[in-house]
């Protein structure tokens, strides 16, 4: 027996893209109220998020009714807590994620291709840094996000504009065989905290949503709307703190400008969801 494993990444989320080895690995800023500092280095404030994994609770418990994959009658939410989610060791992915560049966003001044802006040190030890919420290396599959609305980034770090086309959202699918997965939740130290044996309920799939969003109707219940934005998005200044200038410090390479956002284009039709994910390359080590 075999099935599909189909995880929607959504929110603020920084992909990570290992050229040499093809590893794919996706952080989470924590932007909690509890625990993260609102000011930006920029010195502007930002609205709290809640990260989170999200299943539906048929897929783990078969005398439940399954529902529909996209809006079960009984889901489950887990709030991520300095985690990692671990489906098992990394391995290659095949990827088109259509979601913003850091290496185009802040492109090294001299090499073309090199980013300006690097991943924070110790970001993948047991003891990362305290703006990592979540981490998640993926053992292989498919990674997808279809560009659908666009945006620009003012050239604060960059000698030109950058616009296109972006994704919204990234969908992640593993074939799967036997009737099952065990996925684990993980302190960044190792230690097994959690363990979710899933198997479908219905349709062949298991379907998982792992999200960093904001208040505005954070689960994306249909019922409720999904969130809009009539200007720029703000939100995107959380995923900076996953990242360091090369050399020196992000608040003397802005000299004072502020953190480039996603804004909408001065022509055309632009985004109305916020909360955007980015991506940067980087070692991915297996896990």
């Known amino acids: 027996m075999s099935f599909q494993l189909k995880v929607e990444f959504v929110g603020l989320c920084l992909y990570v893209h290992d050229a040499e080895s093809g590893r794919v690995a996706v952080l989470m800023p924590d932007a909690r109220k509890r625990t993260a500092d609102p000011v930006h280095v920029d010195g502007t404030r930002g ?10 609770l048929a897929d783990l418990d078969a005398s439940l009714p399954a529902g529909v994959q996209d809006e079960p009658a009984f889901e489950c939410i887990h709030l991520f807590d300095f985690q990692e989610l671990y489906f098992g060791s990394a391995a ?63 050239p604060t770090l960059a000698a030109e504009e950058y616009q296109r086309q972006f994704a919204n959202f990234v969908t992640w699918t593993l074939p799967v065989e036997g009737e099952s997965i ?26 998982l949503k792992v999200g960093n969003l904001c208040d505005k109707n954070p689960m994306e219940w249909e019922d409720l709307g999904l969130r809009h934005v009539d200007a720029d998005d703000v939100d995107f200044k959380w995923i900076y703190r996953l990242l360091q200038p090369a050399d020196g410090d992000l608040a003397a390479t802005l000299n004072g400008a502020e953190l480039p956002i996603p ?23 297996p896990g």
């Open 47 to 56: 609205a709290p998020h809640v990260g989170y994994l999200r299943f539906n």
């Open 92 to 154: 290659p992915v095949e990827f088109t994620l259509n979601v913003p560049e850091f290496e185009k966003i802040a492109p090294h001044p001299q090499e073309e291709g090199r980013g300006r802006l690097v991943l924070k040190d110790g970001l993948f030890s047991d003891d990362p840094p305290s703006d990592l919420l979540m981490r998640t290396r993926l053992p292989g599959g498919t990674m997808e996000g279809l560009p659908n609305e666009t945006w620009r980034f003012d």
């Open 182 to 207: 065990t996925i684990q939740l993980r302190s960044f130290a190792g230690e097994t905290q959690a363990t979710l044996t899933l198997r479908p309920a219905a349709d062949g799939t298991v379907t």
């Open 263 to 285: 804004r909408p284009p001065q022509t055309g039709t632009h985004g109305v969801e916020d909360c955007l994910s980015g991506q940067t390359g980087g070692a991915v080590p």
